[in-house]
C-alpha cells in the first residue's frame, strides 16, 4: 500500500439533479451533495466535513434531512438501490443504517421523507415498478408497501404530514394522492381528478391543507385531500402592489386545464408565516397569511444578474429551497449547480427596495471542467469549462479570485509559473491573457484551432500548444512559432514538460507515446500501442521513465520505448494521473470519479488506495509544487483540494519549500483611474464629514430645546403626582378606621354564637346517650336467642346424617351384585367380538383384492379412452384449422367482390350522368330544330332557294330523330341490366351474411366441444392422482401386517375415503352416457362441416359466374357508350356545318331582300 495518502479537503461545486440537494443542518451550516460525497459546509467559518458514498454506488439520487436534524437519509442509484441513514452529531458521518427495498427489484429512489419524529422513512422507488415503501428504519423494517403510479406518470415528491406520522402526500405529473397507515398497510384516503396537471412540488400548510405547484405557474390548494381553492399570482405589471391581497377562487374537482404558457413553479417551502415558492427561473415569491385564511404576496426576491449577459442568471431554474432553523436565513440551489441564500430579516426591514440573493459560498462551474493549471509563486489554480468561463481559486484561503465568461467554449488552460500570466485555448484560437487585479485581459492570440492541451514549461519563456495531432512550441518573450512536432497519427490527449525544460512528452488517441527533444524538435524516444488510446502522460519524478494511462485499464510505466512494468488491469479506465516530486506515490483518476494512491515504485499486483472523490471520469489532476495539495476536476463540474499526508513521518524535500508572492498586475490606465477616485472620494469625505458636523450641531440645538420641553413636563407631572399622593394617603387612614370597627363588631358576634352552639350541642349529647344505652339491651336479647336457635340445629343435623348412612349402605349392596352380573356379560360380548373381527378381516381382504382388480382395468380402458380422445382433438384441431383457413379465404373472396361492386356502381353512376348529358343535348338540338323551322317558314316568303334548303334541313332532321330513337330503346334496355345485376349482388351479399351466420355457429360449437374435452381431460387426470393416493395409501396399509387392529383401522379409513359402490356405479353410468353423447356430437359436427364444404363450394361456382357475366356484361355497355360518345361527335360536327351553311345563305339573302336588316336580331338570338 502506498506510504503518502490523500485527505479530501475542501471541493468548489454542487451536483445538481439531486432531489431536495440542500439543507440547514444548523443556522451556520449547510449540507448538500458535490462529487460522490455530501458535504457540510459551515458558512461563517468556511470549513467543510465530507461524508462519502458507498463504492458501488452510481450515484446520489436524493437527499432527506430529519425533523430534529439528526438523521440525513441518502439515496443512492445501483443494481440493488438503497438508502444510507447517516448520523451528522458524528463528526465523520457515522452510517447508523441500510435500507434496502427487500425482495423487490428498484434500481432507484426518486424522493424520500422523514417522519416528524424521525422515527420512520418513506421513500419512492423509480420507474417501472413507482412502489413507495414505508421503513420503522431503525429496526431496518419494512412496515408497507404500495404502488403509487405507472412509467406515464412519475412521482416528484413525497412527504409526510408533519402533524400525523401515519399521513403521507404523493404528487407527480397527473398524481395526488393521500395515504394513511393502518392496519399493516398503506391506504390512499383521497381521489382527486388531477389526471391532466403536472405537480412539480407540494408543501403542507396544515393538518389537512397542502399547496401545490405546477409547471404552468398554478398554485393549487388541497384540503383534505380535495381540490379546493387556486392561488392567483399577482401579475408583473402589479408587482408594486406588493399590500394588494392574493385573490382566492374556488374551483371544481374537474375544472382543472392547465392555464397557457407561464413560468413554472419547481420549489415550495412553508415557513411560519406562510410560504415561498418559486415562480419561473430565478424567482422567488414570499407570501404571508392572512386574517381572512388567504395569503398575499408579500416580497419578491431575484437572483442577481452577472457581469455580462452571455449566460445571464435569471435563467436558472430553483431546484431545492431550505429556511434554517430559526427561519433567519432561505437558501436555494439551482438547475446549474449554483447555491445562493438571503436573510429573510433583510427581507422585512428592505420592504421598499429590490431584494436579490447572494452566492452562499462562490459561484461554481456549471459544466464538465476541461482544463487545469497551477503556478509556482502563487497558490493559485485556474479552471476552464464548457460553461465558457475561465476560473481562477486560491486553493489556500478557498476563495475565487478571479472569472471571466467568453463568447466561446474553453477547452485547455495554462498558468505562467509566475502566476501573472494564463494561456486559453479556444475553438478558433489560443488567447495569451494577464491576470489584472479584477480581470482577466487578452494582449496576444495565437492561430491554434481547437486548441484541446496547453502548457508552459517550468521556466515560463516557453509553452507548448495542441493543435489536432501537431504540437506548436512558442516563445513567451518574442511570441515566435519555434518548432512544430509531427508525428501523432490521431489526436494528442497529453503533454508536459521535462523538470529542466530540455524534453517533453506527450500521447495520443493513435496509441503513441512520444519523447521530444524540445531544442532540436527530434524524436527522443517512443511507444506505440495501437489497441489502446491514451488519455494521460507524465515524467516520473527524476525524469527518466514515462508513466502513461489509457483505455486498455493499465498503468504502463515506459522506458526507453519499452513498457517497463505495467499496473494490472481493473474494471474501470484509469483517465488522467499525477506524479509527486518526491517520488513516492502515483495518483490516478479513473472513468467512475475515483482516485487512487499508487505506491512508486509500481506494485505487480493490485495494490492501492480507493478514494470516494466525484460522479463523473476525471478529466485532469494536478500536484503543487511544494506537494501539499493534490487537485482534480471531473466532467461533473466540480474541483476538489486534497492534503497529501506522508504516514511515514517524513517531511517534504528542503528544496520544494517554495514562497508565495502577493504581487499583482495593475494597468496603468486602471492606477490613474484608481488614484483619481480615490481624491474624489477624499473630496466627498471631507464634505460628508462637514455635513455631518453641521447636521450633529443642528440635532443637538434640537435636542437641548427638546430636553427642556420634556424637564418642564415632567416637573408639572411630578407637582400633579405629588397632590394625588397626598390625597391617596388621607383615603387610605380613612379605610383603616373603617376596617379597625368593623373587625371588633364581627369578633363580638362570634363569641357569641360559640355559646349558643355548645349549648345546643350538650343536649344532642345526652339524647344520643340515652338512645345507646336501649340499643345495647336489645342486643344482648338477640344474642340469647340466637344461641336457643343453634342448639336445635345441631341436634336435627345428626339424626339426618343417621339416615343417610343406612340408605347409602343398602345401594352399595345393589350396585356391587349388578356389577359382578355386567362383568360376566361384558367377557361374552368380547369373545363374540373378536370372532366378528376375525371374520371381517378375512371379507375385507377379498374386498380390497376385488376393488384392486377392478381398479387396474379402469385405469388401463382409461388410459386408451384417454389416448384415443388426443388422436380426435388432434384430428378435430386440423380441421379446425383448415376450416378457418377456407373461411378467411371466403372472407377475402367477399370483400373483393365488394370493391368490384363498389367500382361496378361507380361506373353505373358515370354512365348515368353520360346519358342525362345525351338526353340535355338531344332537347337542346330539339330547340334549335323548331326555332330553325320557323325561321325558316319565315325566309320562305323572301326567297325561293331559302326553301329548297329548308327542304333539305327538314330531310335532314328527320333522319337524325330516326337515328336517336333506337338509342333511347338501347339506353332503356341497359338500364333494365343493371337494376338486374344489382339484385344479382343483393342476393350474393344475403348468401354471404348467412355463410358468415353458419361459420360463427361452427365456431361455437368447436369451442363448447373444447371445453368437454378439457373437462374430460380434467377428470382423467383426477383419476390418476385419485389411483396414486390410493395405491400409496394401500403401499402404508400393507406395512401394518404384523398389527391387525392398525390395519383394521387403516383399511377402514381407505373404505370410508375411496370405497363407495353407488357413488361408483353411478359414475360409470354417467362415463358411458357422456361417451355416447360425445360420439353423437362429434358426427353431427363431421356431417355438419361436410354440407357446409358443399354449400360453399356451390356458393364459390354461383360467385364465379355471376362475376363472369358482370364482366361480360359491363365490357358490351363500354363498347356501346364508346360507340354513343363516337355518334355524338359527328352529329355534333353535322350541327356545326348546318350552321354554317345557314349563315352562308344569310349573307346572300340580305342585299336582296328589304325586310333583311329588321330579322337579323332573331337569327342572332337563334345562334
Not at 423 to 437: A, E, P, Q, Y
Not at 454 to 463: K, N, Q, V, W
Request: aromatic share 6%; hydrophobic share 30%.
Amino acid at each position: 500500500m502506498a506510504a503518502v495518502v490523500a485527505q479530501s479537503q475542501f471541493i468548489f461545486g454542487v451536483r445538481a439533479g439531486v432531489k431536495n440537494g440542500l439543507c440547514f443542518f444548523d443556522e451556520q451550516t449547510v449540507v448538500f451533495p458535490s462529487g460522490n460525497n455530501c458535504i457540510c459546509y459551515n458558512t461563517v467559518q468556511r470549513s467543510q466535513r465530507f461524508i462519502s458514498g458507498s463504492e458501488k454506488s452510481q450515484g446520489l439520487r436524493a437527499l432527506a434531512l430529519s425533523a430534529n436534524r439528526r438523521y440525513l437519509a441518502v439515496s443512492e442509484c445501483g443494481e440493488k438501490a438503497c438508502i444510507t441513514v447517516l448520523d451528522l452529531q458524528h463528526e465523520q458521518g457515522r452510517r447508523r443504517k441500510v435500507l434496502t427495498a427487500g425482495d423487490l427489484s428498484v434500481q432507484e429512489f426518486v424522493c424520500m421523507a422523514f417522519s416528524p419524529d424521525s422515527k420512520y422513512l418513506i421513500g419512492q422507488a423509480g420507474s417501472p415498478e413507482w412502489t413507495l415503501i414505508f421503513w420503522l428504519w431503525e429496526k431496518h423494517k419494512i412496515l408497507a408497501t404500495v404502488k403509487t403510479t405507472n412509467s406515464n406518470n412519475p412521482v416528484t415528491q413525497v412527504s409526510f404530514n408533519p402533524y400525523n406520522n401515519m399521513q403521507l402526500c404523493v404528487s407527480g405529473s397527473g398524481v395526488f394522492k393521500l395515504f394513511r397507515y393502518s392496519e399493516g398497510a398503506l391506504r390512499q384516503s383521497s381521489f382527486a381528478k388531477v389526471e391532466s396537471v403536472n405537480f412539480l412540488c407540494h408543501a403542507w400548510m396544515s393538518e389537512e391543507r397542502v399547496i401545490t405547484g405546477t409547471d404552468t405557474g398554478r398554485l393549487l390548494v388541497f384540503e383534505s385531500g380535495d381540490l379546493r381553492k387556486e392561488i392567483s399570482v399577482p401579475s408583473k405589471a402589479a408587482q408594486g402592489q406588493s399590500d394588494r391581497q392574493v385573490e382566492m377562487k374556488k374551483i371544481k374537482d374537474c375544472d382543472v386545464d392547465e392555464s397557457p404558457a407561464v413560468p413554472r413553479i419547481t420549489a415550495i417551502l412553508s415557513y411560519s408565516k406562510g410560504f415561498a415558492c418559486s415562480l419561473g427561473p430565478g424567482t422567488v415569491c414570499l407570501f404571508e397569511k392572512t386574517e381572512e385564511d388567504s395569503y398575499r404576496k408579500s416580497r419578491e426576491v431575484q437572483i442577481p444578474p452577472c457581469r455580462n449577459d452571455l449566460t445571464p442568471a435569471e435563467c436558472q431554474e430553483i431546484d431545492t429551497m431550505c429556511i434554517s432553523p430559526a427561519e433567519e436565513t432561505l437558501a436555494i440551489s439551482t438547475d446549474r449547480g449554483q447555491l445562493y441564500s438571503v436573510s429573510l430579516s433583510s427581507v422585512d426591514m428592505s420592504k421598499e427596495e429590490q431584494l436579490h440573493f447572494e452566492f452562499l459560498s462562490q459561484p461554481f462551474h456549471s459544466k464538465s471542467i476541461t482544463g487545469l493549471s497551477v503556478c509556482i509563486r502563487k497558490p493559485l489554480v485556474a479552471t476552464s469549462s464548457l460553461d465558457r468561463s475561465v476560473r481562477i481559486w486560491n486553493y489556500e484561503t478557498k476563495v475565487l479570485e478571479l472569472y471571466k465568461e467568453f463568447q466561446e467554449e474553453a477547452h485547455s488552460v495554462a498558468l505562467h509559473p509566475t502566476g501573472l500570466f494564463i494561456l486559453v485555448g479556444f475553438s478558433d484560437k489560443l488567447r495569451l491573457m494577464n491576470l489584472v487585479i479584477d480581470d482577466i485581459r487578452t494582449f496576444k492570440e495565437f492561430t491554434v484551432r481547437s486548441c484541446q492541451e496547453c502548457a508552459f514549461s517550468h521556466g515560463g519563456h516557453l509553452f507548448a500548444a495542441v493543435s489536432g495531432n501537431i504540437i506548436h512550441i512558442y516563445s513567451v518573450t518574442s511570441f515566435e512559432n519555434i518548432l512544430n512536432l509531427k508525428g501523432h497519427n490521431g489526436k494528442v490527449r497529453g503533454i508536459e514538460w521535462s523538470l529542466d525544460d530540455s524534453r517533453l512528452v506527450s500521447c495520443g488517441m493513435g496509441g503513441a507515446v512520444y519523447e521530444w527533444n524540445t531544442q532540436t524538435g527530434k524524436r527522443v524516444s517512443e511507444s506505440v500501442l495501437k489497441s489502446c488510446s491514451y488519455t494521460g502522460v507524465a515524467f516520473s519524478s527524476d525524469c527518466k521513465t514515462i508513466l502513461a494511462v489509457g483505455t486498455d485499464l493499465t498503468l504502463k510505466e515506459i522506458q526507453d520505448c519499452q513498457v517497463l512494468r505495467e499496473v494490472p488491469p481493473d474494471e474501470v479506465a484509469h483517465t488522467a494521473l499525477a506524479v509527486s516530486r518526491s517520488g513516492r506515490v502515483v495518483f490516478t483518476g479513473n472513468s467512475s470519479g475515483t482516485i487512487r494512491a499508487i505506491k512508486y515504485p509500481l506494485p505487480i499486483q493490485k495494490e492501492w488506495i480507493m478514494y470516494q472523490a466525484h460522479c463523473g471520469p476525471v478529466t485532469k489532476m494536478a500536484i503543487t509544487y511544494d506537494e501539499q495539495f493534490l487537485l482534480t476536476v471531473s466532467e461533473d463540474g466540480c474541483l476538489l483540494v486534497w492534503t497529501i499526508i506522508d504516514k511515514e513521518g517524513r517531511g517534504h524535500r528542503s528544496n520544494m519549500q517554495i514562497v508565495h508572492t502577493e504581487e499583482i498586475l495593475v494597468t496603468k490606465s486602471d492606477l490613474e483611474e484608481k488614484t483619481q477616485s480615490m481624491l474624489e472620494l477624499k473630496m466627498r469625505l471631507e464634505e460628508l464629514q462637514m455635513e455631518s458636523e453641521y447636521q450633529l450641531r443642528l440635532r443637538d440645538m434640537n435636542h437641548n430645546e427638546k430636553l427642556k420641553e420634556l424637564s418642564d413636563k415632567f416637573t408639572q407631572q411630578i407637582e400633579t403626582l405629588t397632590t394625588t399622593q397626598q390625597v391617596m394617603k388621607t383615603e387610605m387612614e380613612k379605610r383603616d378606621r373603617e376596617t379597625q370597627k368593623n373587625s371588633t363588631e364581627t369578633a363580638i358576634k362570634h363569641s357569641k354564637e360559640l355559646k349558643d352552639l355548645e349549648l345546643s350541642c350538650n343536649q344532642k349529647l345526652i339524647v344520643e346517650h340515652e338512645k345507646y344505652q336501649d340499643l345495647q339491651q336489645k342486643y344482648e336479647r338477640m344474642q340469647k336467642e340466637y344461641e336457643m336457635q343453634l342448639k336445635s340445629a345441631e341436634e336435627k343435623k345428626n339424626q339426618a346424617l343417621e339416615d343417610l348412612t343406612q340408605q347409602c349402605e343398602s345401594k352399595l349392596q345393589e350396585k356391587t351384585q349388578l356389577l359382578a352380573q355386567c362383568q360376566e356379560d361384558a367377557q361374552q360380548q368380547i369373545q363374540m367380538f373378536e370372532e366378528i373381527i376375525k371374520q371381517t378381516e378375512e371379507d375385507e381382504e377379498e374386498m380390497i383384492r376385488d376393488i384392486q382388480i377392478k381398479y387396474e382395468k379402469k385405469l388401463h380402458t382409461e388410459k386408451e379412452i384417454n389416448t384415443n380422445l388426443k388422436g380426435e382433438n388432434g384430428i378435430m384441431n386440423r380441421k379446425f384449422y383448415s376450416l378457418q383457413r377456407q373461411i378467411d379465404d371466403r372472407c377475402t373472396d367477399i370483400t373483393k367482390l365488394k370493391q368490384e361492386r363498389q367500382r361496378l356502381l361507380e361506373l353505373i353512376h358515370s354512365l348515368e350522368s353520360d346519358i342525362e348529358d345525351l338526353k340535355r343535348q338531344i332537347s337542346g338540338h330539339e330547340r334549335t330544330g323548331l326555332d330553325k323551322d320557323n325561321t325558316i317558314s319565315g325566309l320562305k316568303k323572301k326567297n325561293q332557294e331559302l326553301e329548297k334548303l329548308k327542304f333539305v334541313l327538314e330531310f335532314q332532321l328527320s333522319e337524325l330523330k330516326k337515328q336517336t330513337e333506337p338509342q333511347q330503346d338501347n339506353i332503356k334496355e341497359k338500364r333494365e341490366r343493371i337494376r338486374q345485376l344489382e339484385e344479382a349482388l343483393v342476393q350474393t351479399d344475403k348468401s354471404n351474411a348467412q355463410l358468415q351466420l353458419t361459420v360463427s355457429d361452427l365456431r361455437l360449437k368447436l369451442r363448447t366441444r373444447d371445453k368437454e374435452l378439457h373437462k374430460e381431460m380434467q377428470k382423467v387426470n383426477d383419476m390418476e392422482t385419485h389411483l396414486q393416493r390410493l395405491k400409496s395409501d394401500l403401499h402404508n396399509c400393507v406395512s401394518f401386517i404384523q398389527d391387525p387392529r392398525k390395519l383394521k383401522d387403516s383399511v377402514k379409513t381407505i373404505h370410508t375415503k375411496y370405497l363407495q359402490q353407488s357413488d361408483e356405479v353411478e359414475k360409470s353410468r354417467l362415463d358411458d352416457d357422456i361417451q355416447k353423447a360425445f360420439r353423437n356430437q362429434r358426427d353431427h359436427l363431421e356431417k355438419t362441416v361436410a354440407s357446409l364444404k358443399r354449400r360453399l363450394a356451390l356458393s364459390a361456382e354461383e360467385h364465379d359466374k355471376v362475376y363472369v357475366k358482370i364482366m361480360k356484361e359491363n365490357v358490351t355497355l363500354i363498347t356501346e357508350i364508346n360507340e354513343l360518345r363516337k355518334e355524338l361527335h359527328l352529329l355534333r360536327t353535322q350541327i356545326k356545318d348546318y350552321k354554317a351553311q345557314l349563315t352562308n345563305v344569310k349573307k346572300k339573302s340580305h342585299p336582296n331582300s328589304e325586310e333583311g336588316p329588321q330579322k337579323e336580331p332573331k337569327l342572332q338570338d337563334v345562334r
